[in-house]
T-cell receptor, first 114, second 115 residues
Framework: AQSVTQLGSHVSVSEGALVLLRCNYS??????LFWYVQYPNQGLQLLLK??????LVKGINGFEAEFKKSETSFHLTKPSAHMSDAAEYFC????????????FGSGTQLTVLP | KAGVTQTPRYLIKTRGQQVTLSCSPI?????VSWYQQTPGQGLQFLFE???????NKGNFPGRFSGRQFSNSRSEMNVSTLELGDSALYLC??????????????FGPGTRLTVL
């Protein structure tokens, strides 16, 4: 079975600093990986997804993620944090590449300090 | 284009009751998935419907059920509510639910509190 592990349930960064949110996957087949963001009292919004077309994936709001097979990782980064980035971030994997049945990580709460 | 809508947004029920939650997908989307989100268990897949048929089901007891109508709107039902059913229930829709180019869009969720 496929799964993802998010390292760090809480991450704090200063405004303008690099954001790095970690996600490692476990899969016996090439995975399809996703990053979602959830703002308070809202649903999930797709930031980006990896579908094997390119190892560096660019998403919305300046976020990007790099698929590293050798490290089984798909970490999310943003060069410069903004106060509006404060939210919870979820890494997810799809068993077949389809969008309909996602397995999520436990989430990382990002706090941006002024 | 309207997003995924869920009604009601908030519900309070007591143990033993049953509840029905509704989800209207984005126009043209035929796949609807349901997820439960709790602080302890995180986000867990409940089930997915496509063209009025349940196509996938997560590891939840039979008290959790759902259906989809011909207009793709979906409902989920929880019978004999337990305290542990308190959660945010998220609905997500996509065009077909298959293929790597298809994207799942989430609604704002229904917050269910069981007393």
């Amino acid at each position: 079975a496929q799964s993802v592990t998010q390292l760090g349930s809480h991450v704090s960064v200063s405004e303008g600093a690099l954001v790095l949110l970690r996600c490692n996957y476990s899969s016996s087949v090439p995975p399809y990986l996703f990053w979602y963001v959830q703002y308070p009292n809202q649903g999930l919004q797709l930031l980006l997804k990896y579908t094997s077309a390119a190892t560096l994936v660019k998403g919305i709001n300046g976020f990007e993620a790099e698929f590293k097979k050798s490290e089984t990782s798909f970490h999310l980064t943003k060069p410069s944090a903004h106060m509006s980035d404060a939210a919870e971030y979820f890494c997810a994997v799809s068993p077949s590449g389809s969008a309909r049945q996602l397995t999520f990580g436990s989430g990382t709460q990002l706090t941006v300090l002024p | 284009k309207a997003g995924v809508t869920q009604t009601p947004r908030y519900l309070i029920k007591t143990r033993g009751q049953q509840v029905t939650l509704s989800c209207s997908p984005i126009s043209g989307h035929r796949s609807v998935s349901w997820y439960q989100q709790t602080p302890g268990q995180g986000l867990q897949f409940l089930f997915e419907y496509f063209s009025e048929t349940q196509r996938n089901k997560g590891n939840f007891p039979g008290r959790f059920s759902g259906r989809q109508f011909s207009n793709s709107r979906s409902e989920m039902n929880v019978s004999t509510l337990e305290l542990g059913d308190s959660a945010l229930y998220l609905c997500a829709s996509s065009r077909t639910g298959t293929g790597i180019t298809d994207t799942q869009y989430f609604g704002p969720g229904t917050r269910l509190t069981v007393l």
